[in-house]
């Protein structure tokens, strides 16, 4: 890892730690206008969720709703890359049930600290927040049946890291189902910027090698089952509020994204591990 992607996480992490600290305080979150919490949450698709799961779907930070369709079932053993507040991996060990098992990675103490304290309260014990990154996961070959992650990977200076990983955790035939932003045609001066880095914008790829880097991982039946793309009011709110969770003032800077109407999308993909693919001996 070079040192430039050594930075690039550190900034990451600081802006999330930030950003949790904000979050608890009730002001808006990563992808979303500054907005009361859980509404963040009810725009990236949840609706039932947020009932069931209040203050973990307050300091929800994600752009989609990886879990809606993903077709879990009980007993099944899940792996959330980047689980932030752990609002989806309560979700998940609903799904999965007390058979089931969840492990949460992240490399952010703040979040992995509000984590354990939402599974603590909601009275899970099938749920496991591990400290780690997604480019180096703290998880066995061939181990889970679901990777999820939701407004993440884009955050990855080494994507095609992440995506080896995904394939390496998976059981033979185990699926994964990723919400997360992708982006095309960004201009110089937004992919150099380091707090638009942390927002989710600057750091995303393009769909097409998004897909292509988990299909050179070895995925495959990819498909993208859903796009949300931003006009320029949503990336002007997200930048903004996220600028703001980030404990930045927003002033004069948040305006300028409005010309990446249009070049900044929200998806879910989702694929498999071939079920003929054993872990590497
Ligand atoms: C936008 S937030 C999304 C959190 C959560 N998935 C959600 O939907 O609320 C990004 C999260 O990913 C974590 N993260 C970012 N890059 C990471 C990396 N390389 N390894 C591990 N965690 C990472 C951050 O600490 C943060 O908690």
Known sequence: MSQAEQETRKQVADAYAAAI???????????????PAGTVAKLAGYEAELDTHKEAGASS???????????????????DLGSGAGFDLLIAADKVGAQGKVIGV???????????????????????????LIEELPVEDGSVDWVIS??????????????????RVLAPGGRFSVSDIVAHDLPPWVREHAQAYSACVAGAVSEEEYVAGLRAAGLVEIEVSERIVYDADQIC?????????????PTDVAGAFAELAGKVQSIRISGRKPPDRAPEP
Do not use: H, W, Y
């Open 21 to 35: 600290r904000q979050a608890q305080q009730g002001s808006g979150s990563c992808c979303g206008p500054a907005t």
């Open 61 to 79: 930070f994600g752009c989609g709703n990886p879990l809606a369709f993903a077709g879990v079932e009980k007993g099944q053993a899940v792996l």
């Open 106 to 132: 992240d490399m952010t103490d703040a979040m992995i600290e509000v984590a354990r304290d939402n599974i603590r309260k909601a009275g899970r014990d099938n749920i496991e927040v591990r400290k780690g």
């Open 150 to 167: 939701n407004c993440v990977i884009n955050l990855s200076p080494e994507k095609e890291r992440v995506f080896k990983e995904i394939e």
């Open 237 to 249: 709110g997200l930048v903004e509020s996220d600028l703001r969770s980030f404990g930045i003032d």
